[in-house]
C-alpha cells in the first residue's frame, strides 16, 4: 500500500519521461484555461466584491452565440465580432439591471443575484439556440486541428495543434490583459477601485463604467474559453462545469490576486491531471478530477487562509 | 385594522418575550396548522401531494438546516446537497442492514451520520472565513458525491448504482416506497418537519442560537466577550448537517423513491440555498415562504402555460385570481409599488396569453421548459432587489403597515 503511494507512481514517472511529459502538457492546456477563467472571477470580485457565480454560464452562453449566429448563415469571423457586441450588451444590462439597484446590500445577496443571472441565461440561451449539443464551428475559424508527434528520449509526444493554439491564444490573452491594467487609463483606474473604493470615487473613477467594463472583459474571457473548450468537447451546457474548476483556483491564488490566478490555475491544471494519472485512476477507481482540486486548494488554506497570493486578512473588533 | 394590537398589554418581560405576542400572530398559525394537518390531506390530489405538498415541506426543512449555519451563524455552505445525500444514504444503508428498524426512528437518526460528517468538514471553518469557507464546502459536495458513486458498499453493490427504496412498513401500513399511500407519507413528512421546526425554533431563541448569532455578527467580538467560537460553529455545523440530512432521508425515501449520485449534486444544494435566501437569512418561517415560492412558482407557470386559460375551470380560474388579488393587496399594504406592477403583470400576460391561445397560439412543451427556468432566475433576481432580506422581511413590513392600515401612519 505505501509502495503504491509513495513509490510507484514516481518509478512509473521516471521510467516513462514521455508519458509524464504528454500528461505535463495537456495538465498545462487545461491550467492555462483555468488561470483564464479565473481571471476574469478576479477582475469582477477586486472591482466590485461580487463573487461572479455567472461566469461559467457566460463560456456556455458565448460559445452558443457564436454557433447559433454562425448556424444563421452569418461568417464565422463577423459572428465572432457580433458575439462580443453581444457580450457587451448583456454587460451592461447586468450592471444596469441587476448591479446597480442592489449596490451596497451584503456580499452573499449579490452572490445570490450572479446565480439568478445563471439562470436566467439558461433558461434564454435555451429558448433561443436550443437544448441540444453544438459542434464549435473549429475549421471555420481557422483554428488548426491536425497533431505534431514528438519523439523525446524515444518515446511519444502527441501535440494537438489545437490545443497549442489554445495556449498561445491564452497566454497572449493574458498577457494583453496584464499590459492592459497596468498600463492604460482604464486598466489602472480598475486597479485603484480594487485596492479603495471611496478614494478611487473621490478621484473621478466611474463606478458604473468599470463595472461594465469588467463584466465585458469577462464576456471576452468567456467567448475565448468557450471557442478552445467547445472545440475539445462541443457546446452544450455541460461546459457550465469549468467555471466550478476556477474556484479552487481563486482559493488557491487568493480572491484579489491576479499573479495567484495564474500561478493558482496552471498549479492545479497540471498537478490534478498528474494525481489522476498516477494516484487517482490506479488507487482510487478515477475521476478524482472532480474533487481533487477543492481539496488541494482546503489544504493550503489551512496554512494560508487567505490563499498564496491574497490580500491578508487583517481584523478588528 | 386586520392586525389589531389595541388592548394586548404586557405586564412581565416574560410576555414581552414571548413565542407569540401578538395574539392574531398564533391564530394565523393555528390556521395554517388547521390547512395542513386537516385541509389539503383530506382534499389534495395525488398531482398536489407529489409536486407541490411533500416537496415543498422537504425543501422547507432542508433550507432551514442551512439557514441555521448560514443565517444564524454566519458560516455560508455550499454543500447541503452532499449533506442531504450523506443522510440518504445513511438511512437506505440503515433500513437494509436492520429491516425490523422502525422508519421514522431510521430517517431521524441518519441526520446524525451527516451532523458527524458536517462537523468534519466543518472544522475548517475555524480558521478560513468568508467565500474561502464557501467555496471549501464546495470540497465537501464534490469529494461526497464522488464517493457515493464510487463506493459501491453504499448502495448494496447493485447494477445500477442509484438507491431504491423499499416497502417499508409500520403498523402494518407502507410508509415508504412503491406501494405507500401520498397521503401516508405526507402526514410522515409533516410530523418530522413539525418536530425538527419546533426544536430549531426552541434553539435559535435559546442560549446556544445567541452565541450564533454573536459568532455571525462578529466573530472576534464573540471571542471577546467569552464565547467559544469552536463550539458555537462546530454545534452550528453539527444542528445544521443533522436538520439537512433528515431532509435528504425524506428527500429520498417520502419523495424521490429512488436516487442516483448525481441527484445530490451542486444544483440541489443551490436550490436550498435559493430558498434560504429568499425566504430570508435568520429566520425559521422565510424557509417555508421561500420553498413555497421557488418549489410553487414553477408548478403553477407550468399549469397555467399548458392550460387554456379561458378553458380553466370555474374553481382554479378563482383561485389564481385570488390569488393575485391578495398578492396586489399585500404589495399594496407594504407599499411596494414594484411588486404590485409585478403581480398585475402577471394576471395581464396570463390574459393576454389566453387571448393568444384563442387565436390559435402554442407554445411547444420543451420551449414551456426553458421559458420556465427563465423566469424563475429573472424572478429571484427581482425578489432580491425588491427585499433583500427576503421574504421573511417582506412579511414582518406587511405585518406592520397591517396594523394600523388604512391609515397610513
Redesign the interface.
Known sequence: MLNDIFIAPFVDMVEAPDFLMQVLWEGLVSGILYALIALGFVLIFRSSRIFNFAQGIMVVFAALTLVGLFAMGVPAWISVGLTLGVMFVLAVLIERVVLRPLVGQPDIILFMATIGITLFLIGFGETIFGGENKVMITEELGIPTGDTVLEPFGGLLILQHLDITVVIVATLLVLALLAFLNYTQMGRAIRALGDDHQAALSVGISLQTIWVLVWFIAGIIALVTGIAWGARAGVSFALEVIAYKALPVLMLGGLESITGAIVGGLMIGILEKLFEIYWGQPLLGGNTETWFAFVLALIVLLFRPQGLFGERIIERV | MLYRTAGQFKTSYNADQALFPVKQDAFLLGIILILAWVVFPMTASEFTFQTLLIPILIYALAAMGLNIL?GFAGQ?SLGTGAFMGVGAYACYKMVTLFPWMNPIVAILLSGVFSAGIGVAFGI?SL??????L???T??AQ??L??LF??WSWLYNYNASGAIQVPNLEMFGVFVSGPQAASVTEYYIVLFVVSLLTMLCINLTRGNLGRTWKATRD?D??AE?IGINLMKSKLTAFAVSSYVVGVAGALYVFMWKGAAEPNVFD?PLS?QV??IA?IGG?GSVMGNYLGAILIVGLPVVLNVVAGTQVFEMSTGSAILLAALIAAATFLFGVARNLWGMAAAIGFGAVTLIYGYAQLQGFRIES??I??????????L??FF??IE?HGLNQLWRLIREKLIIWPFPH
Do not use: C, D, Q
Not at chain 2, 480558521?127 to 474561502?132: N, W
Open positions: 448560514t455560508l475548517p480558521r478560513i472565513k468568508g467565500f474561502y464557501a467555496i471549501a464546495l470540497a464534490f469529494f458525491v464522488w458513486e464510487k462578529m472576534i467580538a471577546l451542486i443551490f440555498l435559493f435566501i437569512l420543451a420551449l421548459e426553458h421559458i420556465n427556468v427563465m423566469i424563475v432566475g429573472a429571484i433576481i432580491l432587489i433583500p
